[in-house]
């Protein structure tokens, strides 16, 4: 009798392995974590938060494409090299940086910057290559002058060019009457002055955006960002990350929002957040808002 029970146990162990096996096998083709959904471009499939419940299927879990963007702050030393620091440094005047940012896959990306008193620079707006780094700004460095305060960086990733730039390429865009521009002159000009100021090209027709209306300036959106907590993903640096929609007014939307996936490596300073690509591909931006305290 001993014996038929060890060998039926025996039997049972040998099936429950052949069973588990695959799982476990299944289970590690879905990449797990915002870095590496982000190498990948596959995850496993979410319910989006605007939809309902997702229908139970005995199969596999399906896998569907993220998109993403990846950034890196990096201070420059004085001997004029660069080093990575975290985003929750504080900054102090003269002190220059650059920000390193490489998206999952091909898109429009538009770089702003709003300083404490509302000025905006257009800092970068170019189609991109998914996977390669991007040194923003290009030719030069940020520099911290001014009255201190709160920087605002805001990164935004589409399918589609951007209408809050008003199809102007890589430029400084002029701004209210406020304190200077954050960036120094560009090393090209020898005699240090600044580059002439110039008036923002027309609003162009708004790209799917439901509305014939001109799209808000930058501190309107980033606004609205601060103002919809309830779907706006934080990561513990308090950047938040949101799908902006031109559809809604430019308001952050719930499609998408709470499926984002957030995550640093303080090892090298990596930042991370990925959303499923089905959140933008009806015109929805992805789109990040980055403070850096300025004192």
């Given at each position: 009798?001993?014996?038929?029970?060890?060998a039926?146990?025996?039997?049972?162990?040998?099936?429950?392995?052949?069973v588990?096996?695959?799982?476990?096998?299944?289970a590690?083709?879905?990449?797990k974590?915002?870095k590496?959904?982000?190498?990948?471009?596959d995850g496993?499939?979410?319910?989006?938060?605007?939809?309902?419940?997702?229908p139970?299927?005995?199969?596999?879990?399906?896998?569907?494409?993220?998109?993403?963007?990846?950034?890196?702050?990096?201070?420059?030393?004085?001997?004029?090299?660069?080093?990575?620091?975290?985003?929750?440094?504080t900054?102090k005047?003269?002190?220059?940086?650059?920000?390193l940012?490489?998206?999952n896959?091909?898109?429009?990306?538009?770089?702003?910057?709003?300083?404490?008193?509302?000025?905006?620079?257009v800092?970068?707006?170019?189609?991109v290559e998914?996977?390669?780094?991007?040194?923003i700004?290009?030719?030069?460095s940020?520099?911290f002058?001014?009255?201190?305060g709160?920087?605002?960086?805001?990164?935004?990733l589409?399918?589609?060019?951007?209408?809050?730039v008003?199809?102007q390429?890589?430029t400084?865009?002029?701004?209210?009457p406020?304190?200077?521009?954050v960036?120094?002159?560009?090393?090209?000009?020898?005699?240090g002055s600044?580059?002439?100021?110039m008036?923002?090209?027309?609003?162009?027709?708004?790209?799917?955006a439901?509305?014939?209306?001109?799209?808000?300036?930058?501190?309107?959106?980033?606004?609205?960002?601060?103002?919809s907590?309830d779907?706006?993903?934080?990561?513990?640096?308090?950047?938040?990350?949101a799908?902006?929609?031109?559809?809604?007014?430019?308001?952050?939307?719930?499609?998408g929002?709470?499926?984002i996936?957030?995550e640093s490596?303080?090892?090298?300073?990596?930042?991370?957040?990925?959303?499923?690509?089905?959140?933008?591909?009806?015109g929805?931006i992805?789109?990040?808002?980055?403070?850096l305290?300025?004192?």
């Amino acid at each position: 009798m001993m014996r038929k029970h060890w060998a039926f146990l025996a039997v049972l162990t040998f099936v429950c392995t052949m069973v588990l096996i695959p799982m476990a096998a299944d289970a590690q083709k879905s990449p797990k974590g915002a870095k590496a959904i982000f190498d990948s471009g596959d995850g496993a499939a979410v319910r989006m938060s605007s939809g309902g419940p997702a229908p139970a299927t005995a199969s596999a879990p399906k896998t569907e494409k993220y998109v993403g963007v990846s950034y890196k702050i990096a201070l420059m030393k004085p001997n004029g090299d660069f080093s990575i620091v975290p985003r929750t440094r504080t900054f102090k005047s003269g002190e220059r940086i650059k920000l390193l940012v490489r998206t999952n896959r091909p898109g429009y990306l538009t770089i702003m910057n709003i300083g404490p008193t509302g000025n905006t620079h257009v800092l970068f707006n170019e189609y991109v290559e998914g996977k390669q780094l991007y040194e923003i700004p290009k030719a030069t460095s940020l520099r911290f002058a001014g009255a201190p305060g709160t920087e605002k960086v805001m990164i935004m990733l589409s399918n589609n060019q951007n209408p809050i730039v008003g199809g102007q390429s890589t430029t400084v865009a002029s701004a209210p009457p406020a304190a200077p521009p954050v960036m120094p002159p560009p090393a090209s000009d020898p005699g240090g002055s600044a580059p002439p100021s110039m008036p923002p090209p027309p609003p162009g027709p708004v790209a799917d955006a439901g509305s014939s209306l001109p799209p808000p300036p930058p501190m309107a959106i980033a606004s609205s960002m601060q103002g919809s907590k309830d779907i706006v993903m934080e990561d513990h640096n308090k950047t938040g990350y949101a799908v902006i929609s031109p559809k809604a007014g430019w308001k952050p939307t719930a499609k998408g929002t709470k499926d984002i996936m957030l995550e640093s490596d303080v090892r090298d300073g990596s930042n991370y957040g990925v959303v499923p690509a089905s959140a933008i591909d009806e015109g929805g931006i992805l789109t990040l808002d980055l403070k850096l305290t300025h004192k």
